[in-house]
C-alpha cells in the first residue's frame, strides 16, 4: 500500500469514512436549518436544543415506555415536531416581518431555557443510551473496523437529505412552498393556506433535528448540551453552503465532514477551527455562500 | 452572556450583592468558581457549593460566632472568564477564599491572581500537578488530586499487569497535557514504552477519528488523557469501534463516579482508575454522600466535591484560630502547620509546596450484576498509602521548597 505524509492509505480511507459519518449528521442538521431559513427567514437558534430534545426523547421512550430505538426514530421526530409547531405559532409567527435580529434572539433565548432546565433535571454527565441490538457488532472492511450503526447512519441520513430535497426542489408541494416564501399574498390568493404550509415547515424542520438526535443517542453521550457543542459548527456549514440552499447543505455538510476528518489526522489540535478557517475564505469569495443564489 | 445570567442567579441564590466586610469585622467570603453548566458541571458544579455549606454548618461557624457567606459562579472552563469573575470578586466583593476550580488552565491563571492579591486558593476541582510544581505559590493548596497521583496510581498498576505499551488520546490544554507527561513518565519508569498520542481539540464530540489512529498504532494500552464528558464520549465510542474486542485496553486516567454512571455499566464496567475518595467506603462516607445527594438532586458526590468539604473545614479552623482572614500567606502557612483531620479525609498534612496528603484508592468498575443500587460502581482494588500516593516533595521543582 502507498503511504502519503506519512499515513498509510489504509489508514487513510478509514478516516475519510469516518469524516463521511460526522459529515451525514452535519448534511442532517444543516438541512433543517437551510429548510427553516430558506421558507420561514428565521434563524432557527433552538436547533441545538432541538436536536437534544431528540435524543433525549429517544431516551424517555426507553426509559418510561419500554420502546426503542426504532420506535424512537419514528416517534422522537414526531413529538419534537409538535413542539416546534407549538414554538412556532406562540412565538414565531409574530416575527416573520420583522428583522433576523428578532428571530434569532428569541430563538437562542428559547435554547438557552430549553438547555438549563435539562441540565436542572438530568445533570451535565448525561445518560446512557446503547446502538439498537439488530446494529450491533461491525464490518471488518480491512482497511477499518466499520461499526454496523455508523454505516446505518450514513445511508439513512443520506437518503433522508435527498428526499427532502426532493420533495422541496422538484414535487408540486415543494413549489408551492417556494412560491410561498416568495410572494405570500400571491400564493394565498390562488387558496393555498400559506401559514398553515409554513407553521408544518417548521415543525419539518425541527422534526429533521430531533431524527438526528435520536441518532446520535447511541454514539455520543446523550447531555444537554450536546446540541449547543455541534450548532456554531452547523451554522458554520448552512453559511457556507449558502443560506437556504437546500443542496448546498447536504453537500457542505458531508464535504465539511471529510475536510475534518482529514484533519484530525494530519493536525488534530486545529479540528474545531478548520471549519470556520473555510468559512472565513468563502465568505470573502463568494459571500452567498457556495450555493448561495446571491443576495 | 451566559455568565451575565449565571452570576445573577448565584447572586440571588445566595444573596450577595454589595461589599461586605471583612472577618475582621465578622465576614468570611468563600468563593466556589467551577463549571456550572457545561461538560464538568455534574462532578464539581453546583455540588461543590452544597458541600461548602455543608462544612460550614458542620463546622458549626454560627455558633462559634463567624460569619461565613458562600458565593458561587461559573466560569465555563475559560481562563478569562475566570480571572475576571475572581478579581471582580477579591476586589469588590470582597471574597477571601476561592475554592474548587476545575480546568487546570483556569486555576493555573487564578493561582497567579490570587498570589497578587494575597488572599487563599483552595484547589479540588484541577489535576495538573505544575500547582504544586513550577508554579506553586504560598497562597495555594492543591487538595484533592492531581495529574501525579493519578499516573501514579492507574499507570503503575496497568504497567506492572503487563500493558507495557500506550498511545495517549489527550485533551488539548493544560491539564492533558499535564496528564499525559506525568503518565508517559511513570510508564517510561515501569518499564513501559509511549508508541504515540494524539491531541483533541476541548471539549470534543467525536473521537472515532482519533481512537482509530489509536487503534492503528497498535498500542496494548490507549491512555485518556482527557476528563468528564470526554472522557465519557472516548469510552463509548470505544467500545463501539470494537477496541476492547480487539485487544486493547483502555485506561482511563480521571474517570468520576458521575462518568461511570453516565456511561452505565455494561459498558464501564472492568475500568480501572484512581481517585481520592469514594462516598460507599465507611459509615460517614455514605451519611454525608446521602445528606449531599438530598441537597444535590440525587446526585452522589465526587471525589472533588468531598475535598471541596474537606478544604473548607481546614481553612475555618485555621482562620478561627488566626482570628483574621485578611492575611492570605499567614492563613496557608497556618494551614501548612496544623495537621488536617476531617471526617471525610480523615487525618493527613499539608506539604511545603501545597500539595495536601492522604491515601488514594485503585478503584476497578463493578460488573452490572455486582451493583446492589444505582450509585454501587466501584470496588476497591488496592489503597495507595499516603506517603506513596504523591510526587515526592523535591521532584516537584516548587520554588518555594527549592528556594
Sequence with gaps: ?295 | MKRLISLAALAAIFGCGSAQAQYTDGTIKIGVMNDMSGLYADLTGPGSVVAARMAVEDFGAAAKGLKVEIVGADHQNKPDVGSNIVRTWIDVDKVDVIVDVPTSSVALAVSEIVKDKNKVFLVSGAAASDLTGPKCTPNTIHWTYDTWALANGTGKAIVQTGGDTWFFLTADYAFGHALERDTAAVVEKNGGKVLGKVRHPFPGTDFSSFLLQAQSSKAKIIGLANAGGDTINSIKQASEFGIVKGGQKLAGLLVFISDVKALGLPTAQGLIFTEAWYWDTNDVNREFAKKFAAQNKGIYPSMIHAGVYSAVTHYLKAVSELKSDGDGKAVVAKMKETPTDDKLFGKGTVRADGRKIHDMYLFEVKKPEESKQPWDLYKLRATIPAAEAFRPLKEGGCPLVTG
Design chain 1, 1 to 295: 500500500m502507498f503511504e502519503l505524509f506519512g499515513i498509510s492509505s489504509q489508514a487513510l480511507f478509514g478516516q475519510l469514512l469516518i469524516g463521511l459519518i460526522n459529515g451525514s449528521f452535519y448534511a442532517l442538521l444543516s438541512l433543517g436549518l437551510a429548510v427553516i431559513f430558506g421558507m420561514l427567514n428565521i434563524i432557527n437558534f433552538t436547533h441545538g436544543a432541538q436536536y437534544m430534545l431528540g435524543a433525549f426523547a429517544a431516551y424517555f421512550l426507553l426509559q418510561y415506555a419500554g420502546l426503542g430505538y426504532w420506535w424512537a426514530i419514528v416517534l422522537a421526530p414526531l413529538i419534537v415536531g409538535t413542539i416546534g409547531i407549538i414554538i412556532e405559532r406562540l412565538f414565531l409567527q409574530w416575527l416573520y416581518k420583522l428583522d433576523h435580529l428578532y428571530g434569532l434572539l428569541l430563538t437562542f433565548g428559547l435554547a438557552l431555557i430549553l438547555e438549563g432546565t435539562f441540565r436542572n433535571f438530568f445533570g451535565s454527565s448525561g445518560q446512557p443510551y446503547s446502538v439498537p441490538p439488530a446494529l450491533q457488532g461491525g464490518q471488518n472492511l480491512g482497511f477499518m473496523f466499520l461499526p454496523n450503526y455508523r454505516a446505518w447512519v450514513v445511508v439513512f441520513s443520506l437518503a433522508v437529505c435527498l428526499t427532502t430535497w426532493f420533495v422541496i426542489e422538484r414535487t408540486k408541494l415543494g413549489s408551492y412552498l417556494r412560491a410561498a416564501t416568495e410572494n405570500p399574498t400571491l400564493v394565498r390568493a390562488f387558496g393555498i393556506n400559506v401559514p398553515r404550509m409554513i407553521t408544518l415547515t417548521y415543525g419539518f424542520g425541527v422534526a429533521l433535528a430531533a431524527l438526528a438526535g435520536v441518532m446520535a443517542a447511541p454514539v455520543y453521550n446523550v447531555s444537554p448540551q450536546m446540541g449547543a457543542n455541534l450548532i456554531i459548527v452547523v451554522f458554520a456549514v448552512v453559511v457556507i453552503g449558502g443560506m437556504g440552499s437546500i443542496m448546498g447543505a447536504i453537500l457542505t455538510g458531508f464535504g465539511l465532514g471529510l475536510i475534518e476528518g482529514l484533519t484530525k489526522v494530519f493536525f488534530p489540535e486545529a479540528s474545531n477551527t478548520v471549519i470556520f478557517i473555510i468559512m472565513a475564505i468563502v465568505l470573502l469569495i463568494r459571500p452567498a455562500g457556495l450555493f448561495g443564489r446571491g443576495a
